[in-house]
């Protein structure tokens, strides 16, 4: 449901499946992932990095989502943008990507603060934008959410938050143990706002 809500354009909450180790997380995400495809959504399933070094992870997977939304030869003015804003966040976050590709205008105050909270939602929001002018979306999909960093995490929700607002199609599913909810704890109104989570007791 949340999936067909974003692509018609209407905000949507994603989830956090918590869970002890073994109990089928990762199986469902699969699944999940399965489903998004199906909906001809962009998927991108990655696990959470020990270090905590999301950016490392996230960026490529995104690059390769942008040249899967239009062929860098190609790419319309949402698309250019979008990658504009991809390469100030690798740049800033010291990510190794290789070359775009294509020569880009630049976008300035997007995703260069160095802040994680304020980059990556302007990232994220920059390629839902560009999946909703092809007619689709951003489905992310994170395995060990309990190995975010708080500023992690709290960079997601703002984004999910964002793109609620907006009406972006940005939607995140996110599994990992029990522990999840009191990281999301600390920030409690836009957990509201952007997750379907389960209170501790019943986690």
Not at 29 to 37: P, V
Not at 125 to 143: K, N, T
């Amino acid at each position: 449901m949340a999936m067909d809500r974003i692509l018609g354009h209407r905000s949507a909450r994603g989830m956090l499946l918590l869970g002890l180790r073994g109990v089928g997380k990762t199986v469902l995400l699969n699944h999940l992932k399965g489903s998004a495809e199906d909906k001809r959504l962009h998927a991108v399933k990655l696990e959470a990095p020990e270090e905590g070094e999301l950016a490392k992870r996230l960026g490529p997977a995104l690059k390769a989502v942008l040249y899967q939304l239009q062929p860098v030869a190609s790419a319309g003015d949402k698309a250019r943008r979008a990658l504009s804003v991809l390469r100030n966040f690798l740049a800033t976050f010291k990510v190794s990507y290789g070359e775009i590709g294509i020569t880009l205008e630049p976008a300035p105050g997007k995703a260069e603060s160095g802040n994680l909270e304020q980059d990556l939602p302007d990232l994220l929001l920059a390629v839902a934008e560009a999946a909703a002018d092809r007619h689709s979306g951003l489905v992310l999909l994170i395995d060990e959410v309990q190995y975010l960093s708080g500023e992690e995490l709290a960079a997601l929700i703002v984004a999910c938050h964002e793109a609620a607002q907006r009406g972006l199609p940005l939607l995140l599913v996110g599994a990992g143990l029990p522990q999840i909810a009191a990281l999301a704890g600390n920030a409690k109104s836009l957990r509201r706002a952007a997750f379907h989570l389960p209170n501790h007791r019943t986690a």
